[in-house]
């Protein structure tokens, strides 16, 4: 097949050639994100909102939060974001190998991720009685932080609803991104990425990304307020 | 057409992985400091930093068109209006409106009887 | 205008009512003007225009700039004028004169509970003396509500958890409508009720007139007591609280750091929960649930009854 | 041409309607064209439904003491047609359906962007609105369409749930259609298609996409906490557990007060395109309209708090918020000003679409003074939550945003049809409009000065004869809006062959047949000119 029938073949019929194809999918993804943006812009909103109103609680909960975890995720998610890169890169350069390899990679760091959120940090919190609105009794050494900091409970109960919405709605996404790893790992193989049209993968990329930017800004919000110092 | 692409050596892309580490650890570092109010401040700088370094050198945005740059920073820029004028209102609720120069008197104190 | 069938304005009983109709008859001219203006014109050139024939092309142009900066920045103008005036007007309508005579509203589904610092009580009704002016504290038991009086041209949403004040100084005898106009549930349009603006003389009547009046300090000291306030606010209380003496009004360090001024809203938290005043172990028990907003209207009474802040001022020092 | 086409116009042999037939030529087409009218179908269904309840409403109006329900029922009534009119009807009228049709045909492109996705949308919807209607004929809810809190979280037991759900998806619809056509209007133009040859419609279209873009995500995670909240009853919104009522309506309402630009953007580029047509000539200032499209939905996402005036909001906040609504007030001062002067030495037609626009353009500048009534703060102390306030909305909503969707429907009801509908009877149809719509609405202005709040099922004896008025009004509106339905029905069988360019106007949409092939043009077009250049005695109409 010539180089010009195969691209004809990849050109969506309301386009007219690759380049504009290519342009418009771009584009397109980056207004999902930007829409992704103020999606859990309005989480952001309420948390900056209640943070600044119940500082102490804020402060509180933040403490009884594990700093490990946080910073784990963190270096996690940067190491995914890397592999993501690279293997947006791969698929530029056509090379097939690789470009699984890394994918591979970030599918087993970000499914990592869910993971130890869910069974072990979020399931930890659960038996330590802070999930505001199923089991929030926060008791022992958590207790003894609370009152250290002044703070109320329904203030605390408050930060941990902010922090299980933005660490469930940012999981959700990494579900997602999973999800469409997968796919993009059935399409390698399948040979469709490798062809010249990586922007597949490129877009897959973006979101990646972003879902890790979104983690950037989650970390230091909810797992070092107000310093560790204490 | 393909060949026009525009692709970074894999160092690039170490480069800014190895500078969110470094910042990953500062900001982490930083935390167990006391620099009270400021705490705050560095943390959400570090993040900004970090975020710009996502966006610019992984997600390509250097590479996109002028459009797609304006997108994000419009959509950054609407977050910000709304969360600062929200905080504004819960913020400013209890200041009482002062005496204007239209009512021919100084500034009074909030109201109490 | 009883030559028509309806109303076209609401009495207008209050002394911003008069301001307010004025700036409202502006506003209405405005209006009046510009629609007249835009629809005589498109009508004028409708006609004047009309197509003649059925292929017809007129001349063209491109625009104009002096038309284009004419009519942005006159409207502009006006807008500029209409902003002033009508903010100016609005910081009137939130700011009570410090002589105004306190009245305390609790609403909850659906009805209007009003409390006289004297005593009396009402619901769904207020009584009120003409020529002095009302400063209501209203909050709400559950849900939004709305105290409005279209009489009096004044409106303030009554939020749970918040302490909204509304004023006015009724300026005419008689009885006036008050509605709740935030939506708060079914009987939304039954939580209507009656403001009964009285010659003085008469309101004192009314006033004396009241079956088991006690003032609303007075029963905040009874609930004081019942509740146990006292033994740890009360004179030589074992577990310590912080004497509440003249406390009304002042400025408050709290355990964070910062200072509070002691009003209304501040009571109302610190005795429904702890507030972590400097210089106290934070063991205030919560009253949530156990007081209602009535009886914490009262507990305020009864606080800000105990005495000036200068007198806490020298105790302190 | 000089001369009136002799020959009398055909219908093209081919074209998007028979190009293939059967329910799933329909159900599975990713064409732009028969999208527009799987959503035509739709919302007008819809549309019926809020229309009905808003009949129901203003019978019960006519007594005192409520003529027909209880105020448990009127309360979802208001509740169901609000919600219905603004989220499953006005906010998809004119983009899902013009929109689509009329966006890829405006700048020279075969189709949107993603077509699969803009079926996706229309999927997303239908299963949001049947969710929507599940949950009313099952108990409906009561909250007002403002769905405030503590009300909507922990006071109201009616389907708050159920309906938020269908709200929410239905959000997505909306998220997805404004992305598809953002990208469109980006990359699709055909070659010499530049920005300011664009017809107006498409940047006002452009301007609306934004705006669905950046505040549609909001109001979703919006439900989202309040279906969150009345599930666990964490305590977000109720001051009792420390959380802010008031939060909820600074959320709510930097959605809402874009949201109502969504009505009336692309209302406004629907209008432009009429009066150009209607006019025959160049919009007066186009450069003027374009961007006072652009300026309007930037400062729209500043404005939020002048619905909050009088909630405890601070009143530094309602300074600010107030200058800005004046401020927004000016583009559109600018856009009513300029399409008046356009009319000033034009052809002006008579046919239906530009008795539409003179209307629109009108009322619309009723509506919009009325709502610098509402932006200053010391008169909205005493009209805030009155009829004055329903009267403004409905002056701006319907004798606005309905109207020009009701134009534009008839301007390019030939385009989509192919047919001619009767124009005695649109004519007849649109001054039925015209009056019931000022006898309804009027008189809600003077109520609402008089003191009666909205949302009141049951009223003090003295409003009654403004109500009765009110109601009188609204059944010949109702009529008004019953006519075309019948028309347009049977113009598709029996109405004349309208021909390509029945109103002799400009824009590429008039250049090929109607109703318009699959692909919309044989070859990409090149535009060599700006939108309405119309030339003098070169109008060809037919
Ligand atoms: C299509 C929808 C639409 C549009 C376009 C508008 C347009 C405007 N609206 Fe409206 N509004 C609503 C829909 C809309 N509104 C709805 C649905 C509500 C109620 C929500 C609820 O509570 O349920 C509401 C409520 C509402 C309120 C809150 C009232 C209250 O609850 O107390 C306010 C307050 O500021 C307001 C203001 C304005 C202003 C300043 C404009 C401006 O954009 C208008 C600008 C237009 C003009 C000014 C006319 C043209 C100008 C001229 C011809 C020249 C002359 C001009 C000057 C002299 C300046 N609106
Ligand atoms: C796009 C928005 C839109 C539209 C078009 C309308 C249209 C109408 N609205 Fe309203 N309205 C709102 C948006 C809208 N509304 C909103 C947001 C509220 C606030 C809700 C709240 O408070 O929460 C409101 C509230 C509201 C009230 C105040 C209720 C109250 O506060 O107590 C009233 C009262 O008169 C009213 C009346 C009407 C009338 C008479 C029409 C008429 O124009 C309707 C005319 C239409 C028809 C009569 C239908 C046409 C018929 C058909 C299409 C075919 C018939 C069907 C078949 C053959 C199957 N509306
Ligand atoms: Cu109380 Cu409406
Ligand atoms: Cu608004």
Redesign the pocket.
């Known amino acids: 097949m010539s180089a010009e029938a195969q691209s004809a073949t990849l050109v969506a019929e309301q386009f007219e050639d690759l380049e504009q194809q290519k342009s418009a999918d771009t584009f397109g993804m980056w207004l999902f994100l930007v829409t992704e943006v103020l999606f859990f812009g309005g989480l952001f909103c309420g948390y900056c909102l209640y943070r600044n109103v119940y500082p102490e609680a804020f402060e509180a909960g933040s403490h009884l939060l594990k700093v490990t975890y946080g910073a784990f995720y963190t270096v996690l998610l940067i190491c995914s974001s890397l592999t993501m890169a690279l293997g947006v890169r791969a698929a530029q350069l056509r090379l097939k190998t690789s470009l699984t390899v890394y994918l591979i990679l970030t599918w087993i760091m970000g499914a990592a991720f869910v993971f130890i959120k869910l069974r072990y940090e979020w399931y930890g919190d659960y038996l330590e009685g802070l999930v505001p609105g199923v089991h929030f009794a926060p008791h022992g050494e958590n207790l003894e932080i609370i009152h250290h900091f002044h703070a109320l409970l329904p203030h605390v109960s408050l930060f941990f609803l902010f922090y299980f919405c933005m660490t469930g709605l940012h999981a959700l996404h990494m579900v997602v991104g999973v999800g469409l790893l997968t796919t993009l790992l059935i399409f390698t193989q399948q040979g469709k990425n490798t062809q010249g049209n990586y922007y597949w993968v490129e877009m897959v990329g973006l979101y990646w990304h972003f879902v890790d930017i979104v983690w950037i800004f989650l970390f230091p919000l909810l797992y070092l307020i107000g310093g560790r110092y204490v | 057409m393909f060949e026009h692409v525009h692709v970074h050596p894999k160092f690039f892309y170490v480069k800014v992985f190895l500078a969110l580490i470094f910042l990953t650890a500062l900001t982490t570092a930083v935390a167990y400091v006391d620099l009270g109010y400021f705490n705050t401040v560095a943390a959400l700088v570090i993040a900004v930093v970090k975020a710009s370094l996502v966006v610019l050198f992984f997600m390509h945005l250097k590479e996109q068109e002028g459009m797609t740059r304006v997108v994000i920073v419009a959509a950054v820029l609407w977050l910000a209006v709304f969360i600062v004028i929200t905080l504004s209102d819960r913020f400013t609720r209890h200041w009482v409106p002062s005496n204007g120069p239209w009512e021919g008197s100084a500034i009074t104190a909030p109201q109490s009887e | 205008m009883a030559l028509l069938f309806f109303p076209i304005h609401p009495p207008q009983a209050s002394s911003i009512a008069v301001e307010w109709d004025y700036f409202f008859y502006v506003l209405t001219a405005i209006t009046v003007f510009f629609s007249a203006l835009i629809f005589g014109l498109v009508f004028y050139f409708a006609i004047k225009y009309r197509r003649k024939e059925k292929d017809e092309v007129p001349p063209q142009n491109e625009g104009n700039l002096p038309l284009e900066l004419a009519w942005t920045i006159i409207p502009a103008g006006i807008c500029v004028v209409l902003f002033v005036w009508s903010s100016v007007l609005f910081i009137k309508t939130q700011r009570p004169p410090a002589n105004a005579t306190e009245v305390f509203v609790v609403a909850k589904q659906w009805m209007w509970k009003v409390q006289h610092p004297e005593g009396p009580r009402e619901i769904n009704q207020l009584h009120v003396p003409v020529g002095e002016p009302v400063k209501l504290t209203m909050t709400s038991e559950d849900v939004i509500h709305d105290f409005g009086v279209p009489a009096f041209r004044v409106k303030k949403d009554v939020v749970p958890g918040i302490y909204s004040t509304e004023w006015f100084t009724p300026t005419e005898v008689g009885e006036y409508h008050l509605f709740c106009d935030q939506?708060c549930g079914t009987g939304h349009s039954h939580m209507v009720g009656t403001i009964v603006v009285m010659k003085p003389d008469d309101y004192e009547h009314w006033l004396a007139s009241q079956m088991n009046v006690q003032p609303m300090a007075e029963r905040g000291q009874r609930l004081f007591g019942q509740l146990g306030c006292n033994t740890c606010h009360g004179e030589g209380a074992k577990t310590p609280g912080p004497p509440l003496q003249g406390l009304y009004g002042t400025e408050v360090k709290l355990q964070n750091g910062q200072t509070v001024t002691a009003d209304d809203e501040y009571l109302r938290n610190a005795v429904l929960g702890p507030q972590g005043v400097a210089g106290y172990p934070t063991l205030m028990p919560t009253f949530q649930g156990q007081v209602n907003e009535e009886e914490v209207l009262q507990l305020i009474a009864y606080i800000k009854s105990l005495g000036p802040p200068e007198e806490r001022k020298v105790a302190k020092q | 041409m000089s001369t009136v086409a002799v020959e009398a116009p055909s219908l093209p042999e081919v074209h998007y309607l028979n190009a293939d037939y059967g329910w799933r030529s329909w159900l599975f087409t990713t064409d732009h064209k028969r999208i527009a009218w799987l959503y035509l179908f739709s919302i007008?269904?819809m549309?019926?439904i809020?229309?009905?309840a808003?009949?129901l409403?203003?019978l019960n109006?006519v007594e005192p003491s409520g003529l027909l329900f209880e105020p448990a029922s009127?309360d979802k009534?208001?509740?169901a047609?609000?919600?219905v009119?603004?989220f499953f009807?006005?906010t998809q009228?004119i983009p899902t359906v013009l929109g689509n049709f009329l966006i890829p045909i405006m700048i020279g492109a075969r189709d949107v962007a993603f077509p699969k996705l803009n079926l996706l949308s229309w999927y997303i919807y239908v299963l949001g609105a049947t969710i929507f209607i599940i949950s009313l004929v099952t108990g409906g809810i009561d909250?007002?369409?403002?769905l405030y809190t503590p009300l909507s979280t922990t006071y109201a037991n009616t389907n708050v749930l159920s309906a938020t759900v269908g709200i929410f998806i239905t959000g997505f619809s909306s998220i997805l259609t404004g992305l598809n056509f953002m990208v469109t209007i980006h990359k699709m133009r055909a070659p010499g298609m530049t920005w300011f040859r664009l017809p107006l419609f498409i940047w006002a279209m452009y301007a609306t996409s934004v705006i669905f873009v950046l505040a549609m995500p909001v109001i979703a995670i919006t439900l989202a906490l309040i279906a969150l909240e009345r599930i666990w009853h964490v305590g977000i919104f109720d001051p009792g557990l420390g959380g802010d009522p008031i939060l909820f309506q600074h959320l709510f309402w930097f959605f809402g007060h874009p949201e109502v630009y969504i009505?009336i953007l692309p209302s406004m580029g629907v209008i432009s395109e009429l009066v150009a047509a209607g006019c025959r000539k160049r919009i007066f200032g186009y450069s003027f309209v374009a961007f006072s499209s652009v300026a309007i939905a930037a400062i729209s996402f500043m404005v939020w708090g002048h619905h909050m005036f009088l909630t405890g909001q601070s009143v530094y906040a309602g300074l600010v918020f107030s200058a800005l609504s004046f401020a927004v007030a000016i583009p559109s001062a600018v856009k009513v000003f300029n399409w008046t002067a356009t009319m000033h030495k034009a052809s002006v037609s008579y046919d239906t679409p530009m008795l539409y626009a003179i209307g629109f353009i009108g009322l619309f500048t009723i509506g919009g003074l009325t709502g610098l009534f509402l932006a200053s703060m010391g008169a909205d102390v005493h009209l805030h939550d009155t009829?004055f306030v329903?009267a403004h909305?409905?002056y701006v909503?319907?004798g606005g945003?309905?109207m020009g969707y009701m134009g534009g429907l008839h301007l390019w009801w030939p385009k989509m049809t192919g047919k001619l509908y009767p124009e005695a009877w649109a004519r007849f149809a649109c001054l039925l409009v015209f009056v019931?719509?000022n006898l309804?609405?009027g008189p809600?202005f003077i109520l609402g000065y008089v003191g009666m709040?909205?949302?009141?099922?049951v009223y003090p004896a003295e409003f009654q004869v403004l109500n009765v008025m009110?109601?009188a009004?609204?059944?010949i509106?109702?009529v008004?809006?019953?006519i075309p339905?019948i028309y347009f029905a049977w113009s598709v069988f029996k109405g004349p062959i309208a021909g390509p360019n029945p109103w002799g106007a400009k824009g590429l949409e008039w250049t090929i047949a109607s109703p318009p092939p699959t692909h919309n043009f044989h070859e990409t077009p090149i535009v060599t000119e700006e939108a309405y250049a119309y030339e003098p005695e070169a109008a060809h109409v037919g």
């Not at chain 4, 909250?143 to 403002?146: C, L």
């Not at chain 4, 709040?453 to 099922?457: E, N, Q, S, V």
């Open positions: 939506y | 007008t269904f549309f019926a809020g229309g009905l808003a009949t409403m203003r109006l009127y009534l208001f509740t047609h609000g919600l009119m603004i009807f006005l009228s909250t007002g369409w403002t009505l009829y329903v909305f409905h909503m319907v945003a309905i019931g719509f309804t609405f809600q709040p909205r949302r009141y099922a009110s109601s009004g609204a059944s509106l109702a008004g809006y019953v339905l």
